[in-house]
């Protein structure tokens, strides 16, 4: 071949031709460095009947410049990157960047010099040196790296180097990760965890695809089984991905990893220092990383010879990315699956009703573990009736839940508050003039965090110190709270329980995986006794001290209009019901609640996960919603309200009139204005069988909107704001 296609990185552009020089070796899925214009642009060579002619002559080619040093993406995941860009209606070069996520690792292996505190510190110390010596502490980086966790300049560092407080350390990007063993340490299972296990083990034997629903109750040792596949694959001499669906619940899987196998699994997440990326990325490429465990970005790594793969918590909208390449982790798995010809376990306790209706349809196998693991109990569920069993004045705990707590403050075990919203409350308005705190970029309030000392946009993530007055009426000291976040039930609890050690578990006091490692140890080691929390700790945590569970605000998620507003509801309380009991006491859960009646409470409190699901489906099918028809949103935004507006109402014009395919909209976004963009929505119902991409291509392709106007299309949405 003397000529080939590229997918060149420029959104633009996206796919070209170019000549192969002589002496170059290229093949379908090397990465390559091309010319484009003056500059040099990295792409993919592509399979090239699989993409439309180009008729470019052959003399107008220019020649690839350099084929860089790195083993060809493999043909399942070029399989993959077709699919995704066709399904979810992206660029294949945007798809296929995610799977070039690591620069660094494209210019080969090789060294990093990294810097890390040699112990000596010298008598004297600038105030910015001695800042840094506290931040740097077991850090190991290279000095931008460093300067960034530091909070300072290079130019301290270097200096700090000459000082000799650092020390420079080099670092080998292909250094083998250590060897996990499969029968390191081998559980004994149970009788249902042996039978679910047997079925994965057969199906990463046979070398084929099997997608599996691991349906066990919270607590039933999913992972214990889960694990008996990934031994089997290791023993194959395959490498096993694992998806979990937040950062702080990777540590404690690690853990669990290292005592099971002997070994740490290699993580891939967005906080890794580049050189641990091009570390992990050459390492999978190479098929010398056996497990790597990872958010949903682990997806499009190029593994060399993948053999599981494991979405864990596969129920959680984490797993749906909301920017880019709109796509679900979860579904996306399913296709890697097919395309690797590798078994996909999908384990929950609380199944996507989508997932759950593959299982009936016979194209997931179903695995049960119906108990949990070592003869505990699952939880006695209770409704707290806020209507009847009314809180103080001013407090948000009705009086029989402070009652449980005290009672266990008083037993030596631990309760958890769930409560899923950040700060201190979700509204601050000004006590004399009414004046509601907004953010400037988009239509939501702000939100107070008295810890940090900030209102904050949980949006854009805007931030400003409380102004010291009422910036509308000018009166001083004029703030007042309006409704709870977790932040005001950790004060609450300390309030009236005073001796209590109260923790707070969100997003901003878990900003690690090291303080989620601390979090757990401090949890398990007894030395907290009331956790309050938000969706973070609904899922995964196992401790075994924990033996009440407060849910704070049940009916919260169900205020709205969210499609899938009732499953999550029900995902989320059974999920953090799922914490209390886990050992060998019994575990109580108190649900606070105005709508006792609501078919979601009341399958919680029955514990009637059947009834739950059974009505849930009723209700989807009756309006088309997934997994009976389907859905897509178009997005349309402008920093300009009156560009936006009438974007989306020329889109709205010339909307196809199709049976069976219902438009709603164009309408404001209930978000509608998001970091400074100005949104509209359409809502696309169709049937399952409809071809929706196809549709909306021909709908939206002919379309000329101005620059400053963006359209995104999201197939298969979770967020409908
Ligand atoms: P799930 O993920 O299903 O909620 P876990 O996997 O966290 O449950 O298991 C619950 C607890 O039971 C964990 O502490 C786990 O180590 C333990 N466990 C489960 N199965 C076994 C087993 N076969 N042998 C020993 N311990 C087990
Ligand atoms: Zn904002």
Redesign the pocket.
Known sequence: MNRCRCLVFNAALGVLDYRVPSGMDVEPGSVVVAPLGPRQIIGVVWDTERLPDQDVPEHKLRPLLQVLPVPPLPQPLRRLIEWCADYYMASLSQVARMALSSSAALRGGGTVTEYRLTGHEPTRLTPQRLAALDLLHDQQATIRELAEIAGVSDAVLRGMVNAGMLEAVTVDSDRPYPHADPHHAD????EA?AAAAARMVEAVRAHAFRPFLLD?V???????TYCEAIAAALEEGRQVLVLLPEIALTEQFLR?FEARFGATPVTWHSSLKSSERRRAWRQVASGGAQVVVGARSALFLPFARLGLIVVDEAHEISFKQDDGVRYNARDVAVMRGHFEQVPVVLAS?TPALESLQMAEAGRYERLV?PDR??GATMPAISIVDLREDVPERGRWLAPSLVAALKDRLLKGEQSLLFLNRRGYAPLTLCRTCGYRFQCPNCSAWLVEHRLSQRLACHHCGHEVPPPPACPECNEPDCMVACGPGVERIADEVAEILPTARVELVTSDTLTSAAKAAEFVERANARAIDVIVGTQLVTKGF?FPELTLVGVVDADMGLEGGDLRAGERTYQQVAQVA?RAG?GEKPGEVLIQTRHPEAPVIAALAAGDRDAFYEAEAESRREVGAPPFGRWAAIIVSSEDEAEARDAARAIGGTQPRLDDVLILGPAPAPLSLLRGRYRYRLLINARRSTELQKILRGWLDPLRLPPGVRVAVDIDPYSFV
């Open positions: 559980p004994d299972l149970s965890q066990g919270t607590g039933s040792g999913k992972t214990e669990r306790a573990l693991f070592g196992h799922g886990r």
